[in-house]
């Protein structure tokens, strides 16, 4: 470790201890959520499974609720529930990351954990430059930098990071999220046989490609995975326009499905479909764990959104992640439902088979609280609109005419109402896990997820069910 590694750990450590009280004291703290001891999380970072245990790292910021010169915090699991804090895996003490440690992704190879990053430098006048940057582990606790292992090519921007690898046949592969200098958003391919030279092959996909138009400036945080013998990418495109119900967040996160040719290093591919349909989700990245499954984590939160806003800047924390979510895929839609594991964090069930609404709003004896899962199977719904209302600051409203599901929360500035829908046709059941200040809701057994952060007030633990006719459910609520 340098003087100047373990210079920047300290100050972290001194900052954690100095605000712990004011952190814990926050009503709004998450009790089933990866969040940031103090200071600002955002992307999930090096997500793997490594001798059996979960490691999740995170982009984090010690010194501010805002965005600056990114550590990389550590969080370890064995069962994806209970995750463990870890020393600081990484600081930006050397010169190729004197501005931040930035995403990027871990692999397993001869016996040592690799982490590739990027390394981000500004100078006085702000001009960016980016390494790709790689450490390696024996413990999976203490890293070794081993330096920059990739130079900025000369057909993109500096803005030119977040690599993701993996292996397929004797190759490594690296995609890194990219510009080029037309300023249009771009996926770059690298391969290697050693980890340590990697070989350009050009762009996997991007915008003005042949297969797409007007997409996005910049791309971040690509991944690229095989599921069921599709190819998924996914990938977080900055500059979209909004589109009826779509791109309405400040920047989004989706996928295309498609078919990757590694001799020519291009993915044909379909259209893109964002992954979640709430407020805050961002810069997602998965792992192929031991029981062979897509597990997929997303930062809840998104860059520019209002962050001034959120009330946990009082107690000087900002973000968490999302919770886990397996994936499967449907024809050429992604299934996402949160992991297995999650069942153990249940207490308390109660349960009611077929409870009638018929048009008045009311409570169900016991289902309430303020950290809860909540299922809701759909009988002989014959109601025009049904309406579930959660502390009296987030609502979800389902419209069967027009097949379309809200969405709604109380907006963090001025406490009105604003809103996000998805048309889902018929809508059959609903699985939402509500944290103390989050909600996550997965509807139809996964087809969509809407994830939100919400602030409302301690006192209020309530949970009304409202219908505008005849309407049967099935409801079952855990304490968690
Ligand atoms: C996405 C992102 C990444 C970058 C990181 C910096 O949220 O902008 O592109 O590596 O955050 O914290």
């Not at 210079?7 to 972290?12: F, G, H, K």
């Not at 871990?106 to 450490?135: C, H, I, P, W």
């Not at 968490?320 to 839609?333: A, F, H, I, S, W």
Request: overall charge negative.
């Amino acid at each position: 470790m340098s003087h100047r590694d373990n210079q920047l750990r300290q100050e972290a450590y001194a900052e954690i201890e100095k605000f712990r009280d004011q952190v814990e004291a926050d009503p709004h703290r998450l009790r089933f959520h990866i969040q940031p001891p103090v200071g600002l999380l955002n992307d999930p970072n090096g997500f793997i499974q490594y001798n059996g245990t979960y490691h999740m790292f995170y982009q984090w910021m010690p010194f501010k609720t805002g965005h600056g010169a990114k550590y990389w915090g550590h969080y370890t699991s064995d069962d994806l529930v209970n995750w463990q804090a870890e020393p600081i895996a990484l600081t930006p003490s050397e010169w190729f990351e004197k501005n931040g440690c930035y995403s990027g992704s871990a692999v397993e190879a001869n016996g040592l954990m690799n982490l590739f990053y990027t390394g981000n430098v500004k100078d006085e006048e702000g001009n960016r430059e980016s390494y790709q940057v790689l450490a390696t582990s024996e413990d999976g606790i203490h890293f070794e930098k081993q330096g920059v292992v990739l130079e900025l090519p000369e057909e993109y921007t500096a803005h030119f990071r977040d690599p993701k690898v993996w292996k397929h046949g004797e190759y490594w592969y690296m995609v890194v999220g990219t510009q080029n200098h037309d300023l249009q958003g771009r996926v770059a391919l690298f391969r290697s046989s050693d980890l340590s030279d990697w070989e350009h092959m050009g762009v996997v996909t991007g915008a003005h490609t042949d297969q797409l138009d007007d997409f996005g400036f910049m791309w971040e945080c690509p991944d690229l995975f095989e599921l069921q013998d599709n190819h998924i990418l996914v990938v977080s495109p900055q500059g979209l326009e909004v589109e009826g119900n779509h791109y309405q967040n400040v920047y989004q996160s989706g996928y295309f499905v498609g078919d990757m040719n590694y001799e020519t290093g291009k993915l044909k591919h379909g259209s893109f479909k964002e992954l979640d349909q709430g407020f805050e989700f961002y810069a997602p990245q998965t792992t192929l764990d031991d029981q062979g499954r897509r597990i997929l984590v997303g930062w809840m939160g998104v860059p520019d959104q209002d962050e001034e806003h959120h009330p946990t800047i009082k107690h000087k924390w900002i973000h968490t992640l999302t919770l886990p979510r397996e994936l499967t895929l449907d024809g050429d839609k992604l299934i996402q439902k949160p992991v297995a594991e999650l069942e153990k964090l249940r207490k308390e069930e109660i349960s009611y088979e077929r409870v009638e609404l018929n048009g008045v709003e009311t409570t169900i004896e016991g289902i309430e609280g303020d950290a809860f899962e909540l299922q809701l199977g759909f009988e002989h719904n014959k109601a025009d609109v049904f309406e579930l209302t959660l502390r009296n600051n987030a609502r979800v409203v389902y419209h069967k005419p027009s097949g379309e599901l809200t969405l709604e929360r109380k907006r963090f500035e001025d406490r009105r109402m604003e809103s996000r829908t998805c048309k889902i046709g018929e809508l059959e059941d609903l699985r939402l896990f509500v944290d103390t200040s989050s909600v996550e809701m997965f509807v139809n057994g996964g087809e969509e997820v809407f994830t939100a952060r919400y602030y409302p007030e301690q006192e209020n633990r309530s949970v009304y069910f409202a219908s505008s006719g005849e309407l049967t459910l099935n409801v079952s609520h855990w304490k968690l």
